[in-house]
C-alpha cells in the first residue's frame, strides 16, 4: 500500500511539473520576437527590415540596385 502512494504521489509531482514546464515554454515562445521596424523601398515599395534597408537621405531602399535606379531617376 505504501509503496503505490508513493508512486502516485511520484507520478501527481511529474504531471504537475510537466504543466507548470509546458505552460512557462507555451508563454516563453507566445511573446512576440523584437518587433522589426519595416521601412519602404522607394523604388519596388516592397517592404525590407530596418537593419537591411539601405538609406539614403529621407527614403531607404531594398537593394543597392534600387537605390541606383531611383538616385538615376530622381538625381542626388
Ligand atoms: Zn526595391
Redesign the pocket.
Known amino acids: 500500500m505504501g509503496l503505490i502512494r508513493v508512486l502516485v504521489l511520484a507520478l501527481l509531482i511529474y504531471v504537475v511539473w510537466r504543466l507548470i514546464k509546458s505552460v512557462t515554454s507555451r508563454q516563453r515562445s507566445a511573446t512576440p520576437p523584437d518587433t522589426q521596424r519595416m521601412l519602404r523601398?522607394a523604388?519596388?515599395g516592397?517592404h525590407v527590415p530596418e537593419h537591411l534597408a539601405l538609406p539614403h537621405k529621407d527614403v531607404h531602399?531594398?537593394?543597392s540596385a534600387?537605390r541606383e535606379a531611383w538616385l538615376e531617376q530622381h538625381g542626388d
Open positions: 523601398c523604388h519596388c516592397v531602399f531594398c537593394s534600387h
